[in-house]
């Protein structure tokens, strides 16, 4: 081999995050600090009209009343709530209508990070509203989604254009008080993305956002509605990078799924903030509500990637309301050096032969910590609920840990319920064997976690399962051990 | 007065009345002042989420029953495994009976805990295992602690193993409206020695009783303990058995839990394991019917290198009942090559039950191979309807498969006697006659 595995190691230590680079864009950012006029200040300076600025006030008051979670298997810095700017816009025009308005600075960024617009438009089809600090700067193949009746747009752009469907459904399946990060996302959500597709129609392209961090000390709160109607059909991409700061940076963002009868929406995350130091300094918190609600025969499925962040405290959800409604979750979860991750699912079945499955990679290494937390309820009215979840979790080194706390509650005869868990580590014989054929240590481990994560990889959209396999590769050079 | 402050009253009237030079004095008094602070758990906390104790303290127990008639012996035979001769230590209302009883000084101490904590020639051994393992913050533990009085004695010396099978049997007479019993058993077995030991509970009339036991079990290098908790009483009994088990180098400890009867079970099954290639093994069946709760936590920790752990539990919930397992498996990070198993299948009978599970997994070694299974499903129809074409009543064909269903865990009960036993109370509750045993 052409190096020591001491030298590799040593290398891929220093490597600084790829992505960590940071654009200077002139910023309007809100004083720091929360209170009722901050809150209102945010409402006011989107133009929204009364009830949500009541909306979101009444939020701030039960924010107030809550405490921190701290049943999460992670230990972190409690952030400072009161040092948080709660929002920033790029000062350049609000709008562009086409792509050569927009700050070159900007589309500089983008190509870095692999997402050139004009590519992705012409090669993979797939529509974009880019979200750079919390304020929507471009949205593109919106014509083409309107012939159809599809409205892809911002949340605040919909609060002023569509507020029928945004007060009817917004706090419908993740209200105001659900939990402390909830609450605070819905008392001062800077932006993010509003979808409904309507009845019968098939979103012909994936719908994506970016979303990225950029303003030091700025949390970001998204908040996400995608509502699909009777018997359409979505799928809707979510990736994330943040530029490489010291500081932790909060993100605190909530979506919101709505598959009505027939419906079916296939939401596809691949996170990639930046996840500390390799000395445990920095890192973005990651703190967000994800849930989504089936009607009859609907299907909510959830992919996720979580690669980045320091700290990952989320449960992507699906209530089974609906007689025959799937729920489905895949999730690969990486944590490196001093990553913490504490993420999983919650299934709860109340319709009558209700499906879920539950597919959960963990990977960890150096000296992270990742937990996959879940919850199997099958109600007692749920007949014929059918479950199978599968959590594996794969070590490198031993100073890293891996835990499982799967919850199951079953209150119905007739519900079958399956699962398995199993942690191992990866074996010699294989590294072995991929050296033998020339293969590096390095690049076995990447064949190897790849191999291990298939089952989930799969079950990306096509787009992004490259970029996952690229971002699984890069979090763990250096753990090889 | 509640509960809880009536416990703390009586402390001092109990600590009166036994020896204060005694040398647990110390930890008595530490343990009461933990439970002050504590009290009894609440839902509230994640190891108590699925049980509730509120209804149990709600209820005024007697704390210092008066002595009971003796009992007849042909009367209480059929609660001992009595096909075969075994040494019994049996207590009536929490107090010794001599006369039902069989100990032995004869080479091993199988005996009294009263004794064991009051003569001088047991000072030692007391100094060195008494209350080592227990928990000094668990709550109900501490409140065992601190009543800590009577129980089972065993002292096993190196090499030794006694003639036959030990029974602790304690019965509760109704002499009183309603009980609370406080057992403390201590079981040590030194190196390369070996015993097997029956444990019941049983109420002989239907006034309430709550059970709060803790037993200390140590197995040294090469030891082999083998522990069978029976747990079939009546409707009006609740119990929360604390078993706190460890082990040295190479030795194997089995517990296997048999629930059927009991209003509120709650098992709290501690293994640490200090030592190399060590087996814990933990095995459960559980049938349930009309409103019975069986709670079952479990916890091994792996705290060295090359052991291994097997966890199977079983259970039929029928009627209103409610099952919970928790299996908690700490892997330290020096402890590589540890292999973990643990499975826990649940069949559901009734559309009223209700099963809560939560095996759980904390790993920070990476050479490990640690697995958990669970499953919660019914009877196989097809397989009920192949046995019903060969002329099985529908409901034989049902209790035959649920025998099926249990049968790796009895499998594995190495006193054949007590295996017929738990085969009839299997068949009683199932409310079946198979005609064989298993």
Aim: a negative charge; hydrophobic letters at 35%; aromatic letters at 10%.
């Amino acid at each position: 081999m052409a190096y020591t595995e001491e030298e590799l190691k040593k290398e891929l230590e220093t490597k600084e995050y790829e992505y960590g680079f940071y654009t200077d864009i002139e910023s309007e950012t809100f004083p720091v600090g929360l209170n009722e006029d901050i809150v209102v200040a945010i409402s006011r300076k989107k133009e929204e009209p009364e009830w949500m600025t009541e909306w979101r006030l009444e939020a701030f008051k039960a924010w107030k009343e809550m405490d921190e979670p701290e049943w999460a298997n992670v230990q972190y810095a409690k952030p400072d709530f009161q040092a948080i700017s709660y929002y920033s816009a790029p000062n350049s025009k609000p709008k562009y209508d086409s792509l050569d308005e927009v700050d070159p600075e900007l589309l500089d960024t983008f190509k870095r990070l692999g997402i050139s617009l004009d590519e992705q438009k012409k090669l993979a089809g797939v529509a974009v509203d880019i979200v750079i600090d919390s304020v929507s700067v471009a949205t593109t193949f919106k014509k083409t989604l309107a012939e159809k009746g599809i409205i892809f747009c911002s949340i605040s752009e919909a609060i002023k254009e569509h507020p029928e469907l945004v007060k009817k459904y917004i706090g419908s399946i993740v209200p105001q008080k659900d939990n402390f990060y909830a609450a605070l996302n819905s008392a001062v959500f800077s932006d993010g993305s509003f979808c409904y597709i309507p009845k019968g129609v098939r979103c012909p392209m994936e719908l994506s956002t970016y979303f990225r961090i950029n303003q030091a000390g700025t949390g970001q709160f998204e908040r996400t509605l995608v509502i699909a109607d009777e018997g359409s059909y979505v799928s809707y991409l979510e990736g994330c990078t943040a530029p490489s700061r010291d500081e932790n940076q909060l993100h605190a963002a909530v979506v919101e799924l709505i598959a009505l009868d027939d419906a079916e929406i296939k939401y596809s995350t691949v996170q990639n903030w930046f996840p500390g130091g390799k000395d445990g300094v920095g890192g973005v918190f990651n703190f967000v509500t994800k849930r989504g609600l089936c009607e009859k025969n609907a299907k909510i499925s959830w992919t996720q990637v979580e690669t980045g962040s320091a700290v990952t405290w989320k449960y992507p959800s699906c209530i089974l309301k609906g007689d025959n409604s799937i729920g489905e979750f895949y999730s690969i979860a990486v944590t490196n050096n001093y990553q913490q991750a504490d993420t999983g699912t919650k299934m709860i079945h109340i319709g009558k032969n209700t499906r879920s499955t539950i597919i959960s990679k963990g990977i960890s290494a150096g000296k992270s910590q990742n937990s996959y937390r879940g919850l199997v309820q099958v109600n007692s009215r749920a007949k014929n609920a059918r479950n199978f979840s599968q959590c594996d979790s794969l070590l490198m080194g031993n100073e890293c840990g891996a835990h499982t706390f799967p919850y199951i509650e079953v209150k119905n005869k007739t519900a079958q319920i399956e699962h398995e868990a199993t942690t191992s580590k990866i074996g010699e014989d294989q590294i072995f064997y991929c050296n033998q054929r020339g293969i590096e240590t390095e690049k076995a481990i990447a064949l190897i976690v790849n191999g291990f994560s298939k089952e989930v990889l799969n079950k990306l959209p096509m787009e992004f399962a490259v970029e996952a396999q690229k971002l699984l590769e890069i979090s763990l050079e250096g753990s090889v051990g | 007065m509640d509960l809880k402050d009536k416990l703390i009253s009586s402390f001092m009237a109990f600590e009166n009345n036994v020896d204060i030079d005694s040398p647990v004095h110390d930890q008595r008094s530490e343990a009461i002042k933990n439970f002050e602070e504590k009290g009894f758990p609440s839902k509230k906390e994640e190891a108590w989420k699925y049980t509730s104790l509120n209804s149990l303290q709600k209820i005024d127990f007697s704390i210092f029953p008066k002595e009971a008639d003796a009992l007849d012996y042909k009367d209480v035979k059929k609660y001992f495994i009595n096909e075969i001769d075994t040494y019994k230590i049996v207590f009536v209302d929490g107090i010794y009976s001599s006369f039902l009883s069989e100990t032995t000084h004869d080479g091993v101490d199988i005996c009294l805990m009263s004794s064991a904590l009051t003569k001088p020639m047991y000072k030692q051994v007391i100094d060195v295992y008494f209350n080592k393992i227990a928990s000094k913050d668990e709550s109900l533990t501490t409140l065992n602690t601190a009543f800590s009085r009577e129980g089972a004695y065993i002292y096993i010396p190196k090499s030794k193993m006694p003639k036959k099978p030990i029974e602790i049997v304690h019965f509760s007479t109704g002499n009183e409206a309603s009980l609370l019993l406080q057992p403390r058993n201590l079981i040590i077995a030194e190196e390369n020695a070996e015993l097997q030991v029956i444990e019941r509970h049983q109420s002989l009339t239907e006034n309430e009783v709550l059970t709060n036991s803790v037993t200390e079990i140590f197995a040294a290098k090469n030891a082999i303990v083998d522990y069978y908790k029976v747990q079939n009483d009546l409707s009006t009994a609740s119990l929360v058995d604390n078993t706190y088990v460890n082990q040295k180098d190479d030795s194997v400890v089995k517990v296997h839990t048999f629930s059927f009867g009991g209003k509120l079970t709650r098992n709290n099954l501690n293994f640490f394991q200090n030592g190399e290639h060590i087996d814990s093994i933990m095995k459960g069946v559980t049938i349930l019917g009309e409103k019975q709760h069986v709670d079952h936590h479990t916890l091994v920790h792996h705290i060295q290198p090359n052991c291994e752990s097997h966890q199977d539990y079983k259970g039929i919930y029928g009627e209103n009942s409610t099952g919970v397992f928790n299996g908690k498996i700490i892997v330290d990070k020096i402890a590589q090559k540890t292999n973990a198993f643990q499975q826990n299948n649940n069949i559901l009978v009734s559309d009223k039950a209700t099963i809560n599970t939560k095996p759980q997994l904390e790993i920070f070694a990476d050479d490990v191979k640690c697995s958990h299974g669970c499953t919660i499903g019914q009877l196989d129809d097809d397989a009920l309807f192949y046995l019903q074409t060969r002329g099985i009543p529908k409901k034989e064909a049902r209790a035959l498969m649920m025998y099926a269903f249990a049968n790796n865990v009895l499998e594995s009960v190495r006193i054949p006697e007590l295996k017929t036993r738990i085969n009839k109370l299997i068949a009683k509750k199932l409310g079946v006659n198979l005609g064989f045993d298993l």
